[in-house]
């Protein structure tokens, strides 16, 4: 991410990939499909570590950058059959673009197909807190589903027909590429954007084998909510940091205390009873308030390995500074290390990243206005004679 105002003031893929494309026809086999996914924001969960609670759900926001953005061509007919090297990728993260992309044609017994590339056009780094790889992946799978026309059982065909991703086949989705091992809210994001709040699921305390591997799918999603589109998220990421993911974010969940009931309580009580209700009235005050009460009182039952982060002290003061501007709604996405301020309007979010970007705890950092999404992934189909 860059911070001029070029780059700042783009109006992203979405506008022009829904007007590009004719719809979606089952019957036509597409030559290449383009995929225009979200980012995310996670405020933080209700409760995770006591199996008597349901864990890791929580509070989400869908953004429109920076997202993803990639176009999957099929191999031409007649090549040789498929082998792992038939499936490429280029363009950021492209290691994890041809993984997924192999994890979703095993799933769907695409073995004998002619495999595929993917151009990624765009996408935000990766384990800064705004959910790259959840929605990288996902893209793959609907790219490839799309691609070789895929029937998922009981989707009913609709992303077909309206360009979007319904919940069913979002959850088909993430399981043919690996993905929602604990929050949904990536996978909520990317199927219908939002402000988002789930409810997480019961984790045994011991694994079972009769936990198949669709249960790893019900956090049920208890409300999602778009806001207006006016409203924006000021995106502050630190260059030169990364964080957790992979065995380090699992080590980070072992190591752990509870949440305690108490806590989950008043964070449920916020959530319901203050964050939503100022969402659905659409009173920006209210709910940028709410979302940094409830940001703060999530982030103390990881605060024993986030303060030891390398970046910890570094984010605190850019926090601070935001709050000092009078940012209300300022908080940290997941694990970090990017810081959000939520602003009533483009003008403001413009107004404040002038005053703050030449500051000197901004230095090392890019800065990004991300619109609210409201829709999700949006795809769209290249047939022969309007791609070639």
């Given at each position: 991410m860059e911070h001029n105002s070029t780059i700042l003031n783009r109006e992203g893929a979405y506008p022009s990939i829904l007007n590009r494309h004719r719809p979606n026809d089952w019957n036509r086999i597409p030559a290449s499909v383009e995929v225009v996914s979200c980012a995310r924001l996670h405020f933080g969960m209700f409760s995770f570590g006591s199996a008597a609670m349901r864990s890791y759900g929580g509070v989400g926001l869908s953004i429109n950058q920076p997202g993803i953005h990639l176009r999957a061509f099929r191999n031409e007919p007649g090549e040789k059959r498929r082998t792992e090297e038939d499936?490429?990728?280029?363009?950021?993260?492209?290691?994890?673009?041809?993984?997924?992309?192999?994890?979703?044609?095993?799933?769907?017994?695409?073995?004998?197909?002619?495999?595929?590339?993917i151009v990624i056009h765009s996408a935000p780094r990766d384990h800064v807190g705004l959910g790259s790889g959840t929605q990288l992946a996902m893209s793959i799978a609907l790219a490839i589903r799309q691609l070789f026309r895929v029937v998922l059982p009981g989707d009913g065909l609709e992303v077909f027909k309206q360009g979007g991703v319904s919940e069913p086949l979002g959850a088909a989705l993430a399981s043919a590429v690996q993905r929602m091992g604990r929050s949904n809210i990536g996978l909520q994001a990317f199927c219908g954007g939002g402000l988002l709040v789930e409810a997480g699921r019961f984790v045994p305390?011991?694994?079972?084998?009769?936990?198949?591997?669709?249960?790893?799918?019900?956090?049920?999603?208890?409300?999602?909510?778009?806001?207006?589109?006016?409203?924006?998220a000021v995106l502050v990421v630190l260059r030169n940091a990364v964080g957790l993911?992979?065995?380090?974010?699992?080590?980070?969940?072992?190591?752990?205390?509870?949440?305690?009931?108490?806590?989950?309580?008043?964070?449920?009580?916020?959530?319901?009873?203050?964050?939503?209700?100022?969402?659905?009235?659409?009173?920006?005050e209210l709910f940028s308030e709410a979302v940094g009460h409830y940001g703060a009182l999530a982030g103390e039952a990881f605060s024993s390995v986030s303060a030891s982060l390398p970046y910890a002290t570094a984010l605190a003061r850019i926090q601070g500074v935001l709050v000092d501007n009078e940012c209300q709604g300022v908080g940290q996405s997941s694990w970090g290390p990017a810081v959000f301020a939520l602003c009533p309007s483009d003008d403001s979010a413009q107004s404040l990243v002038r005053r703050v970007r030449e500051l000197q705890d901004f230095r090392d950092s890019d800065l990004l206005i991300a619109e609210l999404n409201s829709q999700g992934a949006v795809t769209g189909d290249h047939f022969t004679e309007e791609s070639l």
């Open positions: 499936i490429q990728a280029c363009g950021p993260m492209a290691a994890r673009a041809v993984s997924c992309a192999t994890h979703a044609m095993h799933a769907w017994n695409l073995i004998q197909e002619n495999g595929c590339r305390s011991v694994p079972s084998e009769n936990n198949t591997q669709s249960d790893r799918w019900r956090n049920p999603l208890l409300r999602r909510v778009h806001l207006p589109q006016q409203w924006r993911s992979g065995d380090q974010e699992r080590m980070a969940f072992s190591g752990l205390p509870h949440v305690s009931r108490s806590v989950t309580a008043e964070l449920a009580r916020i959530a319901f009873l203050e964050l939503l209700p100022a969402a659905i009235e659409h009173d920006f």
